[in-house]
């Protein structure tokens, strides 16, 4: 029977990497790119011959892309994606990379985001981040992210009735989650009371608010089931992907995303719902973003993250296991690799092979992505189901 254009089936995520994260690093993001070929190619047990597709995410590899990477890592693909949607990156690549699967343009897809963060790399990529950027923020001294998701923060709080305390509990959950995960940068545990008392940025943005610039790399390979299962690779399985870009434009201050108009789509495509979901891992630059995920996913109403908030266990062994490595706000955002975190953290958690806590039981995550602020907000959203894999 011929399968549903809908459907993701035969398809394998594994072995997740994570090359480890530094503060700041004299590497370039092209270093971390190879270090993470490297451990995949060892990982599968393959040799390099056999990637045939890759997929590149990044924002320091200036002025190259994925098209110069394959000379610098040696390889001569048949398909190739460059797929620059900082946030939102890791499901997109997926989707691509499994039609290409599914279309046989590539038998092994390796997907890489890497980045480095050398002194003063961050005040360049912000200067020059988009025309808007450049022309209606930078001058004027509003250059980089806390701004805009101040005012993102601000609009939901006064919308929803949403407090610094609520955002806290989430920031306290994740760093809990954190502590066993020996890539994360942050595992000082910390209290609510630390992180109301943490000193301001961009009101009402504090410190544990933001996350943390810095350098390293997430990757994973795609494949066919039929091959993983050959090569003996724990794997992850697809349920589902969607992506919407530019969601909502007319809406004044975003507090909704691409998710909302997907959700039901990406339910439909797995034939799940979120209380089929045993743990979730949303893209946190912000603990407002992370929110605005949970509820146009469905986790809970629009307007009732602050009672979900306070009624939720979200550390791995609570009610709804989330960011279970801790998420950006406790791991670090290494560039475009955060955008690829929660989904290297799924595949981890559904194949056994959490670096943190595994969670009891796994079956089934849902990972979503946010990335590419363009002057007042980000443009690129996507979120994807998967399951454990059949050994």
Same mark, same amino acid.
């Given at each position: 029977?011929?399968?549903?254009?809908?459907?993701?089936?035969?398809? =394998?995520?594994?072995?997740? %990497?994570?090359?480890?994260?530094? #503060?700041?690093?004299?590497?370039?993001?092209?270093?971390?790119?190879?270090?993470a070929l490297a451990r995949l190619i060892e990982a599968a047990g393959i040799v390099k011959a056999d990637v045939d597709g890759l997929a590149m995410s990044s924002f320091t590899l200036q002025p190259d892309t994925a098209v110069a990477m394959t000379a610098y890592l040696g390889l001569s693909p048949r398909w190739l994606e460059h797929v620059p949607m900082g946030g939102a990156s890791g499901v997109v690549t997926l989707r691509r990379a499994a039609r290409a699967i599914q279309a046989g343009d590539a038998e092994i897809v390796a997907c890489i985001a890497a980045d480095t963060n050398q002194p003063g790399a961050f005040k360049d990529l912000v200067a020059d981040f988009s025309s808007f950027s450049r022309d209606a923020v930078y001058p004027y001294g509003a250059a980089g992210p806390n701004a805009v998701f101040a005012m993102i923060t601000r609009c939901y709080m006064d919308q929803f009735g949403i407090t610094r305390e609520d955002f806290g509990r989430l920031c306290v959950a994740q760093r809990q989650n954190a502590l066993a995960n020996p890539h994360a940068l942050l595992r000082k545990p910390m209290t609510l009371d630390d992180y109301l008392k943490a000193r301001?940025?961009?009101?009402?943005?504090?410190?544990?608010?933001?996350?943390?610039?810095?350098?390293?790399?997430?990757?994973?390979?795609?494949?066919?089931?039929?091959? &993983?299962?050959?090569?003996?690779?724990?794997?992850?399985?697809?349920?589902?992907?969607?992506? #919407?870009?530019?969601?909502?434009?007319?809406?004044?201050?975003?507090?909704?995303?691409?998710? &909302?108009?997907? #959700?039901?789509?990406?339910?439909?495509?797995?034939?799940?719902?979120?209380?089929?979901?045993d743990f979730v891992e949303t893209y946190d630059d912000y603990p407002v973003i992370a929110l605005m995920q949970l509820e146009d996913l469905g986790f809970c109403k629009k307007g009732e993250g602050a009672a979900f908030l306070r009624e939720t266990?979200?550390?791995?062994?609570?009610?709804?296991?989330?960011?279970?490595?801790? $998420? @950006?706000?406790? =791991?670090?955002?290494?560039? =475009?690799? $955060?955008?690829?975190?929660?989904?290297?953290?799924?595949?981890? @958690?559904?194949?056994?092979?959490?670096?943190?806590?595994? %969670?009891?039981? =796994? #079956?089934?995550?849902?990972?979503?992505?946010? $990335?590419?602020?363009?002057?007042?907000r980000c443009l690129c959203t996507g979120a994807a189901i998967l399951g454990r894999g059949e050994a």
């Open positions: 029977m011929a399968r549903s254009m809908e459907s993701f089936e035969g398809v =394998a995520l594994t072995t997740p %990497v994570t090359i480890g994260y530094e #503060r700041t690093s004299s590497h370039s993001a092209h270093w971390f790119a190879g270090k301001p940025v961009a009101e009402p943005l504090h410190l544990l608010d933001c996350v943390m610039p810095c350098a390293g790399a997430e990757a994973f390979l795609v494949m066919s089931t039929d091959r &993983a299962k050959s090569l003996g690779l724990p794997h992850a399985t697809v349920k589902s992907v969607v992506e #919407r870009h530019n969601a909502f434009p007319d809406d004044p201050v975003p507090t909704r995303g691409g998710w &909302a108009m997907e #959700r039901e789509r990406l339910y439909e495509q797995a034939g799940l719902g979120p209380k089929d979901m266990d979200l550390t791995v062994g609570g009610d709804l296991p989330h960011n279970t490595c801790g $998420g @950006q706000l406790s =791991a670090g955002q290494a560039g =475009a690799a $955060g955008g690829y975190l929660g989904l290297v953290e799924a595949i981890r @958690q559904l194949t056994g092979q959490a670096a943190g806590v595994a %969670v009891d039981g =796994a #079956r089934f995550g849902l990972v979503s992505g946010y $990335g590419m602020v363009i002057y007042d």
